[in-house]
């Protein structure tokens, strides 16, 4: 059950950062303390249907969508995953990530 908490968590955390909102601005409008969804996030705890009816819908999400969990990676994660590095890189390394971005299109373009 730990995984199902987990996936639910990493979903809310994705879903909340695409839409550029805070764990507090995002716990405020759906009337949850900070706390409550720092500990959802993490998969500390299952949120009531309630609750979780509430976020999907501010985070803009419908339900079969919110819980599509897949073995591989969501796209959405993996931009998020992206930009995060980018954001934290410095710039030789933004340097060297943005050429191993362009070896990566240029091989996926037909010749």
């Known amino acids: 059950m730990q995984d199902v908490r987990r996936l639910i968590g990493e979903r809310v955390q994705i879903l909340r950062k695409r839409k550029e909102l805070s764990q ?3 716990a405020g409008r759906v009337g949850i303390d900070t706390n409550s969804l720092s500990r959802l996030e993490r998969g ?3 949120p009531s249907l309630e609750t979780l009816d509430k976020i999907r819908a501010e985070l803009g ?3 079969a969508n919110f819980f599509d969990f897949d073995d591989q990676p969501s796209a ?3 931009r998020d995953f992206l930009l995060r590095a980018a954001n934290k ?3 030789p390394t933004l340097i060297k990530m943005a050429a191993a971005v362009r070896v990566i299109l240029d091989e996926q373009t037909p010749a």
């Open 24 to 26: 507090e601005e995002l």
């Open 44 to 46: 500390a705890h299952y």
């Open 61 to 63: 999400v419908n339900l």
């Open 76 to 78: 959405e994660g993996l």
């Open 89 to 91: 890189a410095d710039y």
